[in-house]
Antibody, heavy 116, light 109 residues
Framework: EVQLVESGGGLVQPGGSLRLSCAAS????????MHWVRQATGKGLEWVSA???????YYPGSVKGRFTISRENAKNSLYLQMNSLRAGDTAVYYC??????????WGQGTLVTVSS | QSALTQPRSVSGSPGQSVTISCTGT?????????VSWYQQHPGKAPKLMIY???KRPSGVPDRFSGSKSGNTASLTISGLQAEDEADYYC?????????FGGGTKLTVL
């Protein structure tokens, strides 16, 4: 059974940093692109970052230069390093497995709150 | 990159059909056959319902179908059931980035 379990969320002050993790199981992690998608409370979904099987990375303009996605295949783990956090980054962050240009499995999410 | 445009809400009675539209541009929806649709119930993670415009993952009922014409994609749900009441999001690949629609709340009357 495919499982994705996020961790590392919490309360952080504006300008601070946080590192999210996603533990994957039930599939060959190294063979899949992986993504982070976020959702502010009561709002829609927003794609945050992607990492390919070769380690190539992609970001939207809203987080480029502040967020860094990485993976550790030996540990079946995905990470998101978030720096220079802003109030607008407050959201539930989901880890999702890529299926071509869509996402077929999602974790349950971890809440990041940026507030003083 | 602007978000894709979806109606904020749609509704239908059990057994009826509803269609949710998703309008983008030639840089996203119109430029690639990579539109996907997600269903999200309150407090739950999104679930993939349609990928690559019209393909259904295993386990998704054939009551759900997708299509695209020009810069607009559509999700049609036929034979509405109470459990279909949820938020629905479209998403399009846009050349190394992905863009979502704002979401549509489906109410089953």
């Amino acid at each position: 059974e495919v499982q994705l379990v996020e961790s590392g969320g919490g309360l952080v002050q504006p300008g601070g940093s946080l590192r999210l993790s996603c533990a994957a199981s039930g599939f060959t992690f190294s063979s899949y692109d992986m993504h982070w998608v976020r959702q502010a409370t009561g709002k829609g979904l927003e794609w945050v970052s992607a990492i390919g099987t070769a380690g190539d990375t992609y970001y939207p303009g809203s987080v480029k230069g502040r967020f860094t996605i990485s993976r550790e295949n030996a540990k079946n783990s995905l990470y998101l390093q978030m720096n220079s956090l802003r109030a607008g980054d407050t959201a539930v962050y989901y880890c999702a497995r890529g299926r071509g240009s869509s996402w077929d499995y999602w974790g349950q999410g971890t809440l990041v709150t940026v507030s003083s | 990159q602007s978000a894709l445009t979806q109606p904020r809400s749609v509704s239908g009675s059990p057994g009826q059909s509803v269609t949710i539209s998703c309008t983008g541009t030639s840089s996203d929806v119109g430029g690639y056959n990579y539109v996907s649709w997600y269903q999200q119930h309150p407090g739950k993670a999104p679930k993939l319902m349609i990928y690559d415009v019209s393909k259904r993952p295993s386990g998704v009922p054939d009551r759900f179908s997708g299509s695209k014409s020009g810069n607009t994609a559509s999700l049609t749900i036929s034979g509405l059931q109470a459990e279909d009441e949820a938020d629905y999001y479209c998403c399009s690949y846009a050349g190394s980035i992905w863009v979502f629609g704002g979401g549509t709340k489906l109410t089953v009357l």
